[in-house]
């Protein structure tokens, strides 16, 4: 009788074991989502490794084991997750903001001036701008109108290559003002992938040609990821006034945050490089270092 009562008590134990064992299980299970569909995703994982936290390992942490629900769960409710300060999933980049009027300067630290170039790349006039830049170690943006820079792609790639910006200047260098949607969009597209193909990465400054801009340009230039940018100062050079009266305008007006406007392409740029080569080396004399826009001043 001993022997049968013992043999019973054991079978209620064993069971009882196995039952606890199975809840455990499938909490353990649930808990790391991982079913059928969710074996191999490793992306929370991968995500923690590199944030150093996961989400449980900084809250209470679920139980294992225990009764079921009274109902089930999405297993998606048990998933770890990266841990977000707030407890919020990451999210993307900001969206670039919809201007009312373009940037005309770039504030930053110190005495910085910002050199841009727009019109080109021109085969002639832009590899002498560049080797300017180069011999003073110098770092410029060049607004290029993508009709020039689907030609020279290679100058692209040398800007590129020795640190320079590239900016979208439109792919005709139209009036945009008196262009479709549809139209300015076009040019504004076109001249971004020549841009991304040879450049390597796609613009994040746009100028409008002849400083001409309205909502639509502001709007569809956010659309691309665009921030606006126009000028300080103006060496209207494209009317070839001639190199002293270049070389004085840039002087006159270096300042702090300014930004210079000045052409490597769109008719004889012979002043122009003429005459930055004559002001670069006043403006690093004086004090100045000339820097790239950057989004995060703005």
Aim: proline residues 7%; hydrophobic residues 40%; glycine residues 12%.
């Amino acid at each position: 009788m001993k022997k049968d009562q013992l043999l019973t008590r054991r079978r209620v134990l064993l069971a009882g074991a196995a039952a606890l064992g199975a809840a455990g299980t499938a909490g353990t299970v649930a808990l790391l989502g991982m079913d059928v569909e969710d074996a191999g995703d490793v992306n929370a994982g991968d995500d923690a490794r590199h944030t150093g936290a996961f989400a449980g390992a900084h809250g209470s942490r679920a139980p294992l084991g225990g009764a079921p629900a009274s109902r089930p769960l999405d297993p998606s409710a048990y998933r770890l997750r990266p841990f977000a300060g707030d407890g919020t999933a990451p999210v993307g980049p900001p969206r670039t903001p919809v201007r009312h009027a373009p940037l005309l300067s770039m504030p930053g630290h110190g005495r910085g001036m910002v050199l841009t170039f727009d019109d080109g790349p021109h085969p002639r006039y832009t590899p002498q701008i560049l080797d300017t830049l180069r011999e003073y170690d110098v770092r410029a943006t060049f607004f290029v109108c993508g009709e020039m820079a689907v030609e020279y792609t290679y100058l692209l790639a040398r800007m590129a290559d020795e640190g320079h910006l590239v900016g979208n200047h439109t792919w005709s260098h139209p009036l945009l003002t008196r262009m479709s949607r549809a139209g300015i969009r076009s040019e504004m597209t076109r001249t971004s992938k020549v841009i991304r193909n040879a450049y390597g990465e796609r613009p994040l400054w746009f100028r409008a040609p002849y400083g001409a801009w309205n909502r639509t340009t502001f709007r569809l230039g956010s659309d691309l990821g665009m921030e606006p940018l126009a000028w300080t100062v103006d060496t209207r050079d494209w009317t070839t006034p001639g190199t002293d009266v270049i070389v004085d305008r840039v002087e006159e007006g270096a300042a702090a945050g300014v930004v210079v406007l000045s052409h490597d392409a769109g008719g004889n740029r012979s002043q122009s490089v003429r005459a930055l080569r004559r002001y670069l080396p006043w403006l690093l004399d004086s004090g100045y270092h000339l820097m790239l826009p950057r989004r995060e001043f703005v």
